[in-house]
C-alpha cells in the first residue's frame, strides 16, 4: 500500500482518488441479466492456487489483479476487481518456513492495486506497494506462522478493493502438521464475504450488504455440495473476508471435535458449537458425520443466511452426490 506524508504528494493523492471514484460510481447498481448470458459453470471452491514453481523451499506465485464480470447470484453480475479473475481469488497453499517470491501483474488499465499477505511479517511500506496500470511487481516474504490467513489488496481505499472483490485465502502449512492429520477424510475450503451495491462507496461505508455469500456466490455449495460419507472426519479450512461483517460459523447438526484458532496448531479448542471469526478472521475446523443427510453450513447470524450465507455438506454411505435438492435453511 501506499503512504502520502505530506503536501508535495498530494496531487498523486488526487489522481489515485479521482480513478477510484470513476470506478465507484454510486449511480451503478448491481446488474441483474440473462442466466444465458453468462457462464453455467459453478464454482463450488475456489480455484486451485497459482504457484508457478517450487525450488526447495522457494515458491514462486504470480497473479494479476483485473476487472472481472462475476455471477453473485443467478442472473446477478457484479463488475469485480478481482485476482486472476475470481472472487474469492485462488487459494494460495504453502508450507511453514517457506519464502513466497510474488509477482503482481496489474491488468486493470485504471486503477493501482497491490497485495497484503496477513501470513508474512512484512514492512508495509516496501512490501505491500502499489503496482500501477500495465505494470508488474515482485515481492519476497518468509513464512514463519502458520495458519488460514486472509490476503487482500491494500490499496487506498483499502475499504472498496475488498468490497469489489479482491481477497483471497493463503494457508501456511505447519511444518510438522496438525497433530489430526491421520484422522481427516476430506478437506474443504470456505471464504464468507459481502456483496454491496456496486461500486457504490458510501454503501460500502454505510450500508447494509445485498448478499453475504460463500467462495463468492450465493448458489455455488448448495447446488453443488461438499461431499463425505458416513464415518468421514472433515476438515474445513475457513475465512472472513468480510470486509464489514463478523461470521458465526455454525454446522447445523454436528459439533467441531477440533477448532484451530486462525489455523495454528497450537490454538486448538475441542467440542466448539459455534466459531465466531472477525473480517479477516480464520480457522480450522474439524468434525466427524455419523448419519447420512444434508448438513447445512451457515453463519448463525440468520440474517446473513437469508441473504445467501449457506453450503450444504452432503453425506451419502459411499461419498458420492445422489442429486436432490438440498435442504433449505
Same mark, same amino acid.
Given at each position: 500500500? /501506499?503512504? #502520502?506524508?505530506?503536501? +508535495?504528494?498530494? /496531487?498523486? @493523492?488526487?489522481?489515485?482518488?479521482?480513478?477510484?471514484?470513476?470506478?465507484? +460510481?454510486?449511480?451503478?447498481?448491481?446488474?441483474?441479466?440473462?442466466?444465458?448470458?453468462?457462464?453455467?459453470?459453478?464454482i463450488?471452491?475456489?480455484?486451485?492456487?497459482?504457484?508457478?514453481?517450487?525450488? %526447495?523451499?522457494?515458491?514462486?506465485?504470480?497473479? !494479476?489483479?483485473? @476487472?472481472?464480470?462475476?455471477?453473485?447470484?443467478?442472473?446477478?453480475?457484479?463488475?469485480? #476487481?478481482?485476482?486472476?479473475?475470481?472472487?474469492? $481469488?485462488? =487459494?494460495?497453499?504453502?508450507?511453514? %518456513?517457506?519464502?513466497?517470491?510474488?509477482?503482481?501483474?496489474?491488468?486493470?488499465?485504471?486503477?493501482?492495486?497491490?497485495?497484503?499477505?496477513?501470513?508474512?511479517?512484512?514492512?508495509?511500506?516496501?512490501?505491500?506497494?502499489?503496482v500501477?496500470?500495465?505494470?508488474?511487481?515482485?515481492?519476497?516474504?518468509?513464512?514463519? +506462522?502458520? &495458519? =488460514?490467513?486472509?490476503?487482500?489488496? &491494500? !490499496?487506498?481505499p @483499502?475499504?472498496?478493493?475488498?468490497?469489489?472483490?479482491?481477497?483471497?485465502?493463503?494457508?501456511? *502449512?505447519?511444518k510438522? $502438521?496438525?497433530?489430526?492429520?491421520?484422522? @481427516?477424510?476430506? *478437506?474443504?475450503?470456505?471464504?464468507q /464475504?459481502? #456483496?454491496?451495491?456496486?461500486?457504490?462507496y458510501?454503501?460500502?461505508?454505510?450500508? *447494509?450488504?445485498?448478499? =453475504?455469500?460463500?467462495?463468492?456466490?450465493?448458489?455455488?455449495?448448495?447446488?453443488?455440495?461438499?461431499?463425505?460419507?458416513?464415518?468421514?472426519?472433515?476438515?474445513?479450512?475457513?475465512?472472513?473476508?468480510?470486509?464489514?461483517?463478523?461470521?458465526?460459523?455454525?454446522?447445523?447438526?454436528?459439533i467441531?471435535?477440533?477448532?484451530? !484458532?486462525? %489455523?495454528?496448531?497450537?490454538?486448538?479448542?475441542?467440542?466448539?458449537?459455534?466459531?465466531?471469526?472477525?473480517?479477516?478472521?480464520?480457522?480450522?475446523?474439524?468434525?466427524?458425520?455419523? *448419519?447420512?443427510?444434508?448438513?447445512p453450513?451457515?453463519?448463525?447470524?440468520?440474517?446473513?443466511?437469508?441473504?445467501g450465507?449457506?453450503?450444504?455438506?452432503?453425506?451419502?454411505?459411499? &461419498?458420492?452426490d445422489? &442429486? $436432490?435438492?438440498?435442504?433449505?435453511?
Open positions: 500500500m /501506499s503512504f #502520502w506524508l505530506n503536501l +508535495s504528494k498530494l /496531487s498523486l @493523492v488526487l489522481t489515485i482518488f479521482t480513478a477510484v471514484l470513476s470506478h465507484c +460510481s454510486s449511480s451503478e447498481s448491481i446488474k441483474p441479466v440473462q442466466h444465458s448470458e453468462v457462464s453455467t459453470e459453478s463450488s471452491q475456489p480455484p486451485v492456487d497459482p504457484i508457478i514453481r517450487r525450488e %526447495g523451499t522457494t515458491v514462486f506465485i504470480e497473479m !494479476t489483479s483485473q @476487472v472481472t464480470d462475476i455471477e453473485i447470484s443467478k442472473g446477478v453480475i457484479y463488475n469485480a #476487481w478481482t485476482f486472476n479473475g475470481t472472487v474469492p $481469488g485462488p =487459494v494460495l497453499r504453502v508450507t511453514e %518456513g517457506d519464502t513466497l517470491v510474488f509477482t503482481l501483474k496489474n491488468k486493470d488499465a485504471k486503477m493501482n492495486h497491490s497485495m497484503d499477505f496477513h501470513a508474512v511479517h512484512a514492512a508495509p511500506s516496501s512490501k505491500f506497494i502499489d500501477m496500470p500495465g505494470e508488474e511487481g515482485t515481492f519476497t516474504y518468509s513464512t514463519s +506462522s502458520p &495458519g =488460514v490467513f486472509m490476503y487482500h489488496c &491494500g !490499496t487506498k @483499502v475499504l472498496a478493493h475488498i468490497a469489489n472483490g479482491m481477497y483471497g485465502m493463503i494457508i501456511v *502449512e505447519p510438522a $502438521g496438525y497433530p489430526s492429520d491421520h484422522l @481427516v477424510d476430506r *478437506e474443504y475450503t470456505l471464504v /464475504s459481502e #456483496w454491496y451495491k456496486e461500486h457504490d458510501d454503501a460500502f461505508l454505510n450500508g *447494509e450488504p445485498d448478499y =453475504v455469500v460463500f467462495n463468492g456466490n450465493d448458489y455455488g455449495l448448495t447446488q453443488h455440495p461438499l461431499l463425505a460419507k458416513v464415518g468421514d472426519t472433515v476438515r474445513i479450512y475457513v475465512s472472513n473476508a468480510g470486509p464489514n461483517e463478523v461470521s458465526s460459523f455454525h454446522i447445523v447438526g454436528t467441531m471435535d477440533r477448532v484451530y !484458532t486462525d %489455523g495454528n496448531p497450537r490454538n486448538m479448542q475441542y467440542g466448539i458449537q459455534t466459531v465466531m471469526l472477525p473480517a479477516s478472521g480464520g480457522a480450522v475446523v474439524e468434525f466427524t458425520v455419523t *448419519e447420512e443427510g444434508d448438513y453450513i451457515v453463519t448463525h447470524q440468520f440474517n446473513h443466511v437469508a441473504k450465507a449457506s453450503a450444504v455438506l452432503r453425506v451419502t454411505k459411499d &461419498g458420492t445422489h &442429486g $436432490g435438492p438440498a435442504m433449505s435453511h
